[in-house]
């Protein structure tokens, strides 16, 4: 299969491109920078934003193209950041639609990264993908206009994957969550009630191969573990693993004075189930918070 990725260079994308190389499949990197992206394997290609614009029948047979394109949203959300997080993405989007209108034979699906965040925070209530989307906060309506412009793309079979928090040893949350646990210093940030909806890096990229390859998959996927956790319960499960006390509380005022806006990534939550991926039949290698922490100290 002839996949293209953009994104690729990212936490998740070097994951995933490695995972599509490792069973056979020949990826397309689309980037900014072709220096980024390291290509020594013999069916791995990278092209730059400008040829994809200027020579799309270089892509022509793709089969899928995975869109991971977007500034981090691990920043400070200052006036300037917030417009690179939500311009970056819909451009991107425009320019998949622009390469998808050129081909002659358009790829078969376009998985589209998107957000839990579309849910909003709560501390009760559950959410699947049958949850109406609202827009109450940045993130939110970052997630709003980012899925209008991957509906704009005109696919023939569009995955909007609504994507939770990611845990690696490689790059996402997880280094700097468990970085107080290895100083003994760990504890629950906040109330410790709000709910976190995470998912292994490894189960992540398995369930994009997955959509990619099962046709019955279009539409809004949570790409979350089937066991959400509180933020107290995601601290106690570091602290088992790394053999470390969860003792040492981060007061939310504290939170919100180092990150600002940020904070609420990690002040509020939601408690999201990827029903949709349960339903089509994928099998979780991660599907508890004790099993993913494991592996990631195990790794670290």
Known sequence: MR????????????????????????????????????HKHPKLHVISWEDVQSKPERLEGIHAIVNLAGESINQRWTEDAK???????????EKLGKLVRALQRKPDVIINASGISTYGSSETSTFDESSPMVTTDFLSSVVHRWEAAADAIGAKRLVKLRVGIVLGTEGGAFPKMALPYRLFAGGRMGS????????HVEDIVRLIAYCIDNDELQGPVNATAPEPVTNEEFGKAIGRAMKRPHWMPVPAFMLKLLLGELSALLLEGQRVLPQRAIDAGFRYDYPTIDAAMDSLVSTS
């Open 192 to 199: 410790g009630k709000q709910w976190l909806s995470w998912i």
């Open 3 to 38: 996949i293209a990725v953009t994104g690729g260079s990212g936490f998740i994308g070097n994951a995933l491109v490695q995972y599509f190389l490792d069973r056979g499949d020949e990826v397309w990197v689309i980037t900014r920078s072709t220096g980024r992206v390291e």
């Open 83 to 93: 417009e690179r997080i939500i311009k970056s993405r819909l451009t991107a989007a």
